[in-house]
């Protein structure tokens, strides 16, 4: 199990904080984890991002900079942003046990990432659309709120803790990220035909649809399957 936490990916979005970063590094490697991904990062090769990442510099000297998030997560299959906020837009959120688990069971044949935002202002709407589940930590006072080394530190516990108790699955093919998007373009095109209207733009519903669909953990047979229950309604060209 312990081996999965290998694979997954931690992604800090414009951290102005070299401190933050050395402190992310160092949690990351006490509970197991080793990839590090920054996107825009403030310079952190020097001075207090080593100093708080005692003991695990390796994790700095191997982190890879990207200049958009979209190249920070064009290899990843399953993303969960980090969010201390909540909205309509943003959609349901869980917790952090409650991710741990599926985070595992998609790491066993999938890539997998955690976005983490800026300390400022965090991940904005548009950052969290593009994620799969989105992860609250539950706390007693909304301030003082947790910080973002705190915070990793938190998801990351949840999901080593995670390790102990979460068995591999049978060897199921998991739905790969590429089999959605056919499949989201059918359900929004039947359902605009029977006369559904969204509340919201088109994209934002799909985007929703997405989510929702990512959250069943559907199976490269499922998705099959449901293609077949539409082809029944509105066969494919």
Do not use: C
């Not at 800090?12 to 970063?21: K, Q, Y």
């Not at 080593?50 to 982190?63: K, V």
């Not at 800026?118 to 950052?127: I, K, M, Q, S």
């Not at 519903?205 to 449901?226: M, V, W």
């Amino acid at each position: 199990m312990l081996k999965r936490l290998d694979q997954l990916i931690a992604i800090l979005v414009e951290p102005r904080t070299a401190g933050n970063i050395g402190a992310v590094a160092r949690a990351m490697k006490t509970m197991g984890l080793s990839r590090l991904r920054l996107v825009s990062p403030v310079p952190y090769q020097q001075g207090e991002a080593r100093w708080l990442a005692h003991g695990s510099t390796d994790i700095l000297d191997q982190a890879q900079s990207f200049t958009t998030l979209a190249e920070a997560v064009h290899d990843v299959d399953f993303i969960v942003a980090a969010s201390g906020r909540e909205g309509e837009k943003r959609g349901p959120t869980l917790t952090p046990e409650e991710v741990a688990p599926r985070l595992l069971r998609h790491l066993e044949t999938h890539s997998a990432a955690i976005l983490f935002g800026r300390e400022d202002n965090g991940l904005t709407n548009d950052e969290i659309a593009i994620s799969h589940a989105v992860i609250k930590i539950p706390a007693a006072t909304r301030y003082p709120s947790l910080n973002l080394a705190q915070a990793a530190m938190v998801i990351f516990y949840e999901i080593y803790i995670a390790t102990q108790s979460v068995p591999p699955s049978k060897n199921v093919e998991k739905a790969e990220s590429t089999f959605f998007e056919p499949l989201i373009q059918r359900v929004a095109v039947a359902m605009e035909n029977a006369g559904f209207q969204s509340r919201v733009t088109p994209a934002t519903f799909r985007t929703s649809l997405r989510r929702a669909l990512e959250r069943s953990n559907l199976s490269a047979n499922d998705i099959k399957t449901i293609h077949k229950a539409l082809d029944l309604l509105s066969p494919r060209k």
